[in-house]
């Protein structure tokens, strides 16, 4: 079982930028597809995004798409998520998750990182 630990999150002003971070523990890591979710408030979890077990493709949904980049580094176990031109409907807990498939996660989730922007 993977264990999962988000950091990076904050309070932005729309406009601005984040970097998020997930390291995650256990074995396999470079072999394995990894995403990001998050859970705005009141609202239930969503995909943001996924990158491949290379790092080699990536793809986002479309509320993000061109604002977001998920990139990985396996030697540290760790995947991160650029946040430009946030926007205040951006604001939710983001988590990270091993998937398969397009989007559907396989490990218990972790904290999750707070990010909030304000307009």
């Known amino acids: 079982q993977m264990q999962l630990v988000e950091s990076g999150g904050g309070l932005v002003q729309a406009g601005g930028s984040l970097k998020l971070s997930c390291v995650a523990s256990?074995?396999?890591?470079?072999?394995?597809?990894m995403a990001w979710f998050r859970q705005p408030p009141g609202k239930e979890r969503e995909f943001v995004g996924a990158?491949?077990?290379?790092?080699?493709?990536?793809y986002y949904e479309r509320p993000v798409k061109g604002r977001f980049t998920i990139s990985r580094d396996n030697a540290k176990n760790t995947i991160y998520l650029q946040m430009n031109s946030l926007k205040p409907e951006d604001t939710a807990v983001y988590y990270c998750?091993?998937?398969?498939?397009?989007?559907?996660?396989?490990?218990?989730w972790g904290p999750g990182t707070q990010v909030t922007v304000s307009s």
């Open positions: 256990g074995r396999n890591f470079s072999s394995k597809s």
């Open positions: 998750n091993h998937i398969l498939g397009y989007s559907t996660p396989r490990e218990n």
């Open positions: 990158i491949s077990w290379s790092g080699s493709s990536s």
